[in-house]
């Protein structure tokens, strides 16, 4: 996955050129650290003129020692050319390297979910952890960003993935790239970490966060070019790949793999301990149907099945933030009120071309035009894979809405409010996952893809190595895909997945069988292509990166 949280580059603040200026102190500190001169050591010499003019003195006088020169072994005294006869007796090429890549191993951690995991992979040198640091670099090589922001100082709406993928920055920049948030990710980041103790404390800087262009001198995002700098990844071309390739429609989500995300009310009121279900919240749980319609009306749950009847159907939710390669999606069997049958009943006033569905946490974020809502089968739902819906989805009742991203699926609906807007405020492109991308100015994760069986640098043994199965999901929101392509060789080749009479109703469930030739660390690049309303392929301008090792 090809982003990471810290935002854009460090240019916030009162003056870029200041800043600029501090942010290459700080790259200079960290340069000086790298090669054995501490920032500690530099403060000490300044607090200290008289030992460096001493010092300076000294080694004019010819008195230094050359401290890399002894640290090398290398003699430390007359010319350099004059000493490479003791060169073969001390530098050993391989020796060097076998314990330079021992020592700097890249590390391995136990997950939450139980799968082992190394996020960078091994190389012959330890080029990755000795040169690029990698194991230090990016947000979750410090945190999850689940406990970032439940550490928040003030309140953040949150979201756990059921699917056993890891959480990145991703799904933060969805929201925090453009205007729409009014929260800039860089402003929040910036000041949060360059502020924590936490982070000052563990030697955070800029290059923690981000990667230094030498060709542009932009502040990347590490996880943007990552994997373009590791060393030990294998290549494998198309052609050479053995590896088949399928996909389907239909696959529903386990319901241990469901996402979860908060209310906005208090926490003492959240409903998520789905083996302690209520039924009373159901039976009495009423709706007001009301604003621009003729005929307002109060109604239980109970009452309004009876009145409008329910309906089944199968149905995918993709969040509005569901980031490039994130897993904030699903795809469930639900069964439901149609706000068909409510809208005819309710009969909008004239004029009247919005129904908000609004929660009981004052959550109206889903204003949806009339016509949408009909279009596109919009359900009451009540019930999930034939149970009463559950705590953590929302219980006792939800919006859900085929083509529709899942910020417009508001939980614990109070109210179905008519109302009657100018048509250029209703800004339908909430509805389908189109937010920008702060750099590009392009959509940011349409189409999107993503692997969602295990987390990037998830480690494979046994028969999980001989061949690696993967499994993930494609999607575009309102818009079907037409194909997907694969890559294991950083993007020179690929194998392409044609998916023709795609439905963008539901979700394109893709698996994958590969023969890894080899023990190693593997990168899979996916590519997915959709096709807009106007019949033109949209290509998502960040490819979904997947690594694993397998041994």
Known sequence: MKRIMSGQSCSHGPSKTKVLVALLAIALVA?????????????????????????????????????????????????????????????????????????????????????????????????????????????????TLENALMSLPTYHRLIFFGYPTEQGYQNCIACHSDSYSGHKL????????????????????????????????????????????????TDVKADELKASVSYDQTTVTPAENRIFKTVKDEPSQWLTDDSKQDKSIYENWVVSIDGDCENPVEMTLPEMEQKFGTVKQVMKMDCTINGVGQATIMQSEVEGIPLEAIIDYAKPKAGANVVSPIGSDGYDYAQMGIDWLL??????????????????????????????????????????????????????????????????????????????????????SGDAAKTVHLEGFADAWDEPIKKMEFSFDHGETWTTMDTPDNNADFWTYWRMDFTPPAPGAYLLDIRTTSVTPEGADRVCQYNTQFMFTVE
């Not at 359900?379 to 999930?384: A, N, P, Q, S, Y």
């Open 186 to 233: 860089a402003d929040a980041i910036h000041t949060l970490h360059m502020n924590s103790t936490m982070f000052l404390n563990d030697d955070g800087n800029c290059q923690s966060c981000h990667y230094i262009n030498p060709d542009t001198g932009v502040f990347d995002r590490w996880d943007e070019v990552k994997y373009d700098l590791y060393k030990g990844i």
């Open 31 to 143: 340069s000086f650290a790298a090669w054995g001169c501490s920032p500690k050591a530099a403060n000490d010499d300044a607090k200290a003129p008289e030992k460096k003019a001493e010092s300076a003195a000294s080694e004019k006088a010819g008195d230094g020692v050359d401290e890399l020169a002894a640290y090398s072994g290398f003699p430390t005294e007359g010319r350099f050319i004059d000493n490479v006869a003791a060169l073969p007796g001390f530098y050993k090429n391989t020796e060097k390297n076998e314990a330079n890549a021992k020592a700097k191993a890249p590390r391995r951690y136990t997950d939450r979910n139980g799968n082992l995991v190394q996020p960078v992979p091994a190389d012959e040198l330890g080029w990755n952890n000795t040169y690029l640091d990698a194991d230090k670099r990016g947000c979750t090589s410090c945190h």
């Open 375 to 460: 279009e596109n089968d919009a359900l009451i739902v009540t019930k999930m894979d034939g149970e009463l819906l559950p705590n953590s989805q929302g219980y006792p009742c939800m919006i859900w809405v085929y083509k529709t991203s899942g910020g417009n699926f508001t939980k614990r609906i109070s109210n179905l409010t008519f109302m009657t807007l100018p048509e250029d405020e209703i800004d339908s492109q909430l509805y389908v996952g189109q937010f920008t991308d702060d750099r590009t100015g392009e959509i940011y994760s349409k189409p999107n893809s993503g692997v969602l069986n295990y987390p990037t640098g998830i480690v494979l």
